[in-house]
């Protein structure tokens, strides 16, 4: 490793993006085929206190993980207002289940002061902006406070993550993003679910495979694109969390 391993990251090159681009590089060439155990336990010794998870309750894979290494680390949801009761019930659920501290983040407008400022169902006229106010920006006022976070982004989820690093910087907030399972097929994961118990959303059984905003969010036909419901018919694959 480099010299800036866990016991050697200051707080002065905490704050230095050079040398957190340094870090990274060294780190993900390190950790690029390493068990996910391993790169979640690089990442809570390297950055302590000041690190979080980011999950949208699809299921609690990467909890798990690293609830088992750090308990009591950060959750982050994004509670957008649209989300499915199920979706709620799950980030409920995760709370009371795994030892965790949830951290949910609402928008700086409620549904109703949104539609009364800029128009009922922003989500059709023009999703990127919905997206942007109701998932973005409140993401960046929760990682204000981190020098990293843990995702659970994996490769063969769409072609705009399959250049996806087991570690990397983010270069628009100046922060270390982490991505245990970016390696993982569907099949890892879901064995990781059966093998482990992990709690998943049971929108995923009802067809619905990857889960954001109700109003944005089909059912997906079986042996289809799993990301397919997302957005479908606008050409939009991302929020804009991960782009």
Request: proline share 6%; charged share 30%; with cysteine.
């Given at each position: 490793?480099?010299?800036?391993?866990?016991?050697?990251?200051?707080?002065?090159?905490?704050?230095?993006?050079?040398?957190?681009?340094?870090?990274?590089?060294?780190?993900?060439?390190d950790l690029a085929d390493a068990p996910a155990e391993e790169v979640i336990s690089w990442a809570a010794d390297t950055f302590g206190e000041r690190i979080c998870i980011t999950s949208s309750m699809?299921?609690?894979?990467?909890?798990h993980l690293a609830s088992a290494i750090r308990p009591g680390i950060d959750v982050v949801f994004l509670d957008t207002g649209y989300h499915f009761a199920e979706t709620i019930g799950t980030r409920d659920a995760v709370g009371v289940v795994y030892p965790v501290n949830l951290v949910n983040v609402t928008p700086s407008r409620t549904?109703?002061?949104?539609?009364?400022?800029?128009?009922?169902?922003?989500?059709?006229?023009?999703?990127?902006?919905?997206?942007?106010?109701?998932?973005?920006?409140p993401l960046e006022r929760a990682l204000a406070n981190s020098d990293a976070w843990i995702t659970g982004v994996r490769r063969d989820e769409t072609s705009r993550r399959r250049q996806a690093q087991v570690v990397e910087?983010?270069?628009?907030?100046?922060?270390?993003?982490?991505?245990?399972?970016?390696?993982?097929?569907?099949?890892q994961v879901d064995d990781y679910i059966i093998t482990n118990g992990v709690l998943v959303n049971p929108l995923v059984y009802d067809g619905y495979p990857s889960i954001g905003c109700a109003t944005c969010t089909l059912r997906v036909e079986a042996g289809a694109d799993p990301r397919s419901g997302r957005w479908a018919g606008t050409g939009k694959t991302e929020c804009g969390i991960h782009a």
């Open positions: 490793m480099s010299p800036l391993t866990s016991r050697g990251l200051t707080q002065t090159s905490l704050e230095d993006p050079e040398q957190m681009r340094t870090l990274v590089e060294q780190a993900a060439a699809t299921d609690a894979v990467i909890i549904v109703a002061e949104q539609d009364a400022e800029l128009g009922p169902r922003l989500y059709g006229r023009n999703p990127d902006l919905c997206c942007y106010l109701r998932k973005v920006e910087w983010d270069d628009r907030r100046e922060m270390v993003k982490v991505n245990p399972i970016v390696s993982w097929t569907q099949k």
